[in-house]
């Protein structure tokens, strides 16, 4: 496989991913304001059971891909530039790990559901890792741009 082509298997990825923070962004975590507290934890049980396929493994094979970018990556690209890519995503995971992922397993155990406390605290920062998210598709977006019109 070319590094060029690796690099658009990349992007691709990244933007897959760009589209399922989005859903959670807009859509998924906003919804389970809507639910009343004994359906919530039907739903977000099944939600769960699902992320496994539909995130995790693209987050996972982003994260390789990102690391491995470093190695193999088109001659012309800057490395600060891969490196500025990476830190993105490397931002999201930290916080995801620190926040995001321990105030979900919170809200899993929370009997208010969607009243919890630890929905609210998602629904209000959850844009940052949005953002961060975005910012690595759009790097590897100005990073492919940059390859194909040398």
Not at 66 to 78: A, E, Q
Not at 107 to 119: F, I, Y
Not at 121 to 146: C, D, E, P, S
Request: charged share 15%; net charge positive.
């Amino acid at each position: 496989m070319s590094r060029e082509t690796f690099l658009i298997l990349n992007l691709a990825l990244a933007f897959y991913n760009v589209g399922t923070i989005w859903a959670h962004e807009v859509d998924i975590f906003r919804s389970w304001k809507l639910l009343d507290p004994k359906t919530f934890h039907s739903v977000q049980l099944v939600h769960w059971k699902k992320l496994p396929y539909w995130v995790f493994i693209p987050v996972g094979m982003a994260f390789i891909g990102s690391i491995t970018l470093f190695w193999y990556h088109p001659g012309n690209i800057p490395v600060l530039e891969i490196w500025i890519a990476f830190g993105f995503q490397f931002i999201s995971h930290i916080l995801t790990a620190l926040s995001w992922g321990q105030w979900q397993a919170k809200l899993a155990k929370d009997e208010s559901g969607s009243n919890s406390p630890w929905l609210a605290k998602i629904l209000k920062t959850h844009w940052f890792r949005t953002v961060l998210i975005n910012a690595y598709g759009l790097m590897l977006l100005y990073i492919t741009i940059q390859t194909l019109s040398k």
